[in-house]
């Protein structure tokens, strides 16, 4: 085995030394195409192009809507290419993944050589070098090497530096630096990329978002929760001007039979309950239901207004006087009728053409149940009655939208948001400088070469580095 | 309503007075040096005035101050007013007072500028584009400048530090914006060879690069935070951190414009006129995203 092995190793080297055919070059000329700064510039490019679109043109709308203002031809080649929900195409998500993998390739590929030089650097460096830095400077002071040296690292140190120091036969080299801190950040953005990418995957396959329509009393299963919720309450405040300044409905959670939390949730103020969230959402008057009818009960012959009630839903109401006993059983916002099944429904949630179902009996013989219009009144005759009915008006029944929400991708994306916002500020307000100094004995004392440079912020740094030169200029050793 | 509406209009007119001030205070300036080649920044960064333009130029910077003060008096009022009608004080809850806002942010960044770096010639852009948003708020129709009291959507905490931080951030772009503008001015007048005292008396080209980078480096950590923190309102408020609303995707689109910019500058060949016609081009996209999608766009955002 052991004598084998030289073997093994030498035809490796032999395979990686062909040009360009190795699986190392691919790699790393894979690895230098997804970690390069201009792919990343690219896909920042192009996303933002492309999620231009799904502001122009209306997303996950129906198709009449896009047919009636593109026209036919152009709706078929937004279904193509997925222009009705740019968001969610395999295209978008592909450039999203794409972006991920820039990053993290980049990570891959330059954190390394980051995390090393926070370790260690090189401090011993050729005076060309120095010299051939952005900012260098050549310093005749007086003084021992020693002592200059010493006076050096004291002042940089003040100002923050982090100073490593080595003799040679020439002189003392110096090495200094400071912020890599924003080098870090910026590759703490990197990987919040792909935290924040994933926790958005996994909230849109694990997660579901619901809308419910629900009614003052009424308890509703949440099968997804595999619970139950009833409200208990929903109610609208007001501001002085009668505009609305809240609105409010308080819910119990039912788990397993027994009420386990009340919550009045407003919003910007959800319930949340074994990870389902439940958002005060919107409001609106229910189409199938009133709380209260107001009746005018009226003569056939003369029409004058014998007697007005206010009918509770679905509560028999007695008229001794008149000898009627009236009850409201069905309501519709927006009258509707399908001949096929016989069937009144309202056609939509508005209350375009409310209508309520009376139930009524006359003086103990006759029986009906018309339909009496808000905005048709005395469209229908009852035959054989000596009334006729007028609905004056009513009050809907409030109904509270609930949204239901499970996303379990939620606390990933909290996690990469908290990284990105971090990661990008130490960046931007933390630069990498890294000075370099040779102190070097000459006739009269020493000659102090400075050398200097920024990964940004270049005017600051000129600054500092100018000063910097005068307080070495000053060092008395 | 009336005091805040009138100390608002003031400040305008102290900003466009401040504006013409800086414009005076360029055209009066002799430079001290001959015009520096391209590249190559003079040695002192300071300006060195003498005579007129000194005087201008300080009369511009305490005009400035003066409106910064009446603009947060401005803001301080209309906090007071929608405090009295709706309990909430937050003085930037729709589109003028977000625009007086901006203009406030504008004009404090750029006195801390011209006090840290000592060059008041960047009024002449950087206050223009504030006198310029201040007279933009005041041309909303009037029932856009009153303080009506919020929707319950808005009726948050969430309200004082996400608008604030993005706006802030709107504020950063529009100085590097001006910043860009000022850049290629003089970049022409140096590439066609004019010597006009003008473009003369700006700072050098690598100087004007420089502060409009910086400018773009205050504001894109600021719009990240704004947009994380829209995010998080957006959980509690409307059932979802992220869901597409025209203003979200409008602020993530100028996120990655800004986001190209920054990675760009760490590569050959984007700084100076590319960097500069890039942070123009960026700042359209900003009011595009601040005006545009309020206006032309309707979504969940659509308050103003």
Redesign the interface.
């Known amino acids: 085995m052991d004598g084998k092995s030289p073997v093994v190793v030498e035809s490796q080297a032999s395979q990686r030394a062909a040009p360009g055919l190795g699986w190392s070059e691919i790699k790393a000329e894979l690895a230098g195409f997804f970690a390069s ?2 792919l ?2 690219f896909l ?2 192009i ?2 192009l492309t ?2 679109i ?3 043109i209306q ?1 996950g709308d129906r198709p009449e809507v896009y047919i009636e203002e593109y026209g036919e031809e152009t709706y078929r080649w937004f279904l193509r290419l997925g222009f009705t929900d740019v ?1 969610h195409t395999w295209w978008f998500s592909s450039l999203l993944t794409l972006l991920c993998i820039n990053s993290l390739t980049c990570f891959y590929k330059r954190f390394p050589a980051i995390w090393r030089s926070m370790r260690q650097d090189k401090v011993g460096v050729a005076l060309p070098f120095i010299q051939g830095m952005k900012h260098t400077a050549e310093i005749p002071v007086a003084g021992s090497k020693e002592g200059v040296a010493e006076g050096i690292v004291q002042l940089l140190a003040e100002k923050g530096y982090r100073v490593l120091a080595k003799n040679d036969r020439q002189g003392v080299n110096l090495y200094a630096t400071k912020g890599i801190l924003g080098r870090v950040g910026a590759h703490m953005a990197h990987l919040s990329a792909t935290i924040i990418v994933l926790g ?1 995957f996994i909230g849109s396959y694990w997660g579901f ?1 619901e809308f419910g329509v629900c009614l003052e009393g009424e308890t509703y299963h949440i099968p997804k929760g595999q619970f139950d919720l009833r409200v208990d309450k929903f109610w609208i405040d007001y ?3 009668g ?5 409010n409905s308080t819910l119990t959670v039912i788990d397993e039979g027994r009420p386990v939390t009340t919550k009045t949730i ?5 319930l949340v309950y074994k990870g389902v ?1 439940f ?1 005060q ?1 919107s409001y609106g008057d229910a189409w199938d239901q009133v709380e209260m009818a107001r009746l005018s009960v009226m003569d056939k012959e003369t029409d004058a207004v014998l007697e007005t009630v206010d009918l509770e839903w679905q509560k028999e109401a007695d008229l001794r006087k008149l000898g009627l006993k009236l009850t409201v059983t069905d309501f519709v916002a927006d009258f509707g009728f399908n001949s096929i099944e016989k069937r009144v429904y309202s056609k939509t949630v508005e209350h375009a053409n409310p209508a309520i179902r009376l139930a009524l009996t006359e003086r103990q013989s006759l029986q009906a149940t018309p339909w009496i219009f808000y905005h048709y009144p005395g469209l229908f005759d009852i035959a054989g009655s000596k009334y006729r009915f007028e609905l004056v008006g009513y009050k809907p029944r409030k109904f509270t939208g609930l ?1 239901i ?1 499970k ?1 379990p991708g ?1 606390k990933m ?2 996690t990469g ?1 908290t990284m ?2 971090v990661g ?2 130490l960046s ?2 933390i630069y990498h400088r890294r000075l370099w100094a040779k102190v070097i004995p000459s006739n009269a004392g020493v000659i102090v070469h400075l050398g200097g440079t920024t990964h ?4 600051d740094f ?2 500092e580095f100018r000063k910097m030169t005068e307080r070495i200029r000053t060092i008395n050793a | 309503m009336v005091q805040s509406l009138l100390l608002f209009d003031m400040t305008f007119w102290l900003y466009l007075a401040a504006f013409a001030l800086y414009v005076g205070y360029i055209l009066a300036r002799r430079p001290g040096r001959e015009l520096a080649p391209a590249g190559h920044p003079t040695s002192g960064m300071g300006e060195s005035d003498d005579g007129w333009s000194a005087q201008i130029g300080q009369v511009a910077t305490i005009v400035t101050a003066f409106g910064l003060v009446v603009n947060s008096v401005a803001l301080l009022a209309r906090a007071y007013e929608r405090m009295q009608i709706s309990g909430t004080f937050a003085p930037w809850s729709n589109q003028y007072e977000a625009m007086a806002y901006v203009s406030w942010a504008i004009i404090l960044g750029y006195l801390v500028l011209e006090f840290r770096y000592r060059i008041k010639s960047v009024g002449a852009f950087v206050v223009g584009i504030g006198f310029i948003a201040m007279g933009a708020a005041s041309l909303l129709p009037y029932r856009y400048q009153t303080a009506e009291p919020l929707v319950p959507a808005l009726n948050s905490y969430w309200i004082y530090i996400h608008v604030s931080v993005t706006l802030t951030s709107y504020a950063a772009f529009a100085m590097a914006g001006g910043l860009g503008v000022m850049y290629l001015l003089k970049e022409r007048a140096e590439r066609l060879g004019r010597r006009s005292s003008f473009f003369a008396a700006l700072p050098d080209l690598e100087t004007i690069d420089e502060l409009g980078y910086k400018a773009i480096m205050v504001g894109f950590p600021l719009l990240a935070f704004g947009v994380i923190l829209g995010a998080m309102w957006a959980n509690y408020a409307w059932g979802g951190y992220w869901s597409w609303d025209p203003k979200e995707t409008w602020s993530l689109i100028v996120f990655l414009i800004y986001g190209a910019y920054v990675h760009a500058r760490m590569t050959r060949g984007w700084e100076g006129r590319r960097a500069a016609i890039y942070a123009i081009f960026g700042f359209l996209m900003v009011i595009f995203c601040f005006w545009g999608v309020n206006f032309l766009l309707s979504g969940l955002h659509a308050y103003a």
Do not use: C, R
Request: hydrophobic share 40%; glycine share 4%; aromatic share 16%.
């Open positions: 700064i201009k990343a510039m920042f490019i996303l933002a999620a231009t799904g502001t122009v997303q968001y958005g978002q501001y002085e001007n505009a609305v300044q809240s609105y407003t919003v910007n103020d959800p969230w958002y959402s949204q929400t996303d939620v994306v909290w948001s990105i916002v990008i500020t931007s307000f940004k912020s270049e005017i000129q600054k």
